[in-house]
């Protein structure tokens, strides 16, 4: 089974409005990781959240929230008011008890002006 | 802001050569990571290091690769006797934590084996 599901290959979202991509995980460790990376044109890859397994809330970091669904094993990135530098891959990463991550596949996102 | 900084940004290499990709994490940071990303594919995972040992490898870390912190800054990755297959983005990372703590990427180094 895939660690890390990411079923939306492209999304297209207009600027300023708000856009979900979704993430499912799996995983039988009591205590992960969550995390969202954003990946530009160019190649780097850039954190952007984490939400821990024990955390109550969800978390913020500015533009982006992380809706953590724990029962439903799903870490979904909310990026509020989109602007035209959103326009990149994205993809969800987990960490289990041990030190490795695992990245799902992506997602396109294409901001329009 | 600190950064993890990786060179070179472009490493092209005839298949068979061995190939060192550099990488400078982030100075307070204890645990080092290298992935892989072929092109147009998901990030892999390839090894974990800490305390001047390997904690953690994937099944593509083969004898074909090895790391090493040479000294108290650099942290590498050598492939030896590269491979067409080998050719993809390399990215470094570093945290200061292990497993709860956030990994910082590097710029990664795009290698092209001919």
């Known amino acids: 089974a895939q660690k890390i599901t990411q079923t939306q290959p492209g999304m297209f979202v207009q600027e300023k409005e708000a856009v979900t991509l979704d993430c499912t995980y799996d995983?039988?460790?009591?205590?992960?990781?969550l995390f969202w990376y954003k990946q530009p044109s160019s190649g780097e890859m850039i954190f952007l959240i984490y939400q821990g397994s024990y955390d109550q809330q969800n978390a913020t970091e500015g533009r982006y929230s992380l809706n953590f669904q724990k029962a439903r094993k799903s870490a979904n990135l909310v990026i509020s008011a989109s602007q035209l530098g959103d326009s990149a891959m994205y993809f969800c990463?987990?960490?289990?008890?041990?030190?490795?991550?695992?990245f799902g596949t992506g997602t396109s996102l294409t901001v329009i002006p | 802001e600190p950064e993890v900084t990786q060179t070179p940004s472009h490493q092209v290499t005839q298949m068979g050569q061995e190939v060192i990709l550099r990488c400078v994490p982030i100075s307070n940071h204890l645990y080092f990571y290298w992935y892989r990303q072929i092109l147009g594919q998901k990030v892999e995972f390839l090894v974990s290091?800490?305390?001047?040992?390997?904690?953690?490898k994937s099944e593509i870390f083969d004898d074909q690769f090895s790391v090493e912190r040479p000294d108290g800054s650099n942290f590498t990755l050598k492939i030896r006797s590269t491979k067409l297959e080998d050719s993809a983005m390399y990215f470094c990372?570093?945290?200061?934590?292990?497993?709860?703590?956030?990994?910082?990427f590097g710029p990664g180094t795009r290698l092209t084996v001919l």
């Open positions: 290091f800490y305390n001047n040992e390997i904690s953690e």
């Open positions: 990463a987990m960490r289990e008890m041990g030190n490795q991550f695992y």
């Open positions: 995983t039988s460790d009591p205590s992960y990781g």
């Open positions: 990372a570093s945290s200061e934590l292990g497993a709860q703590g956030t990994q910082y």
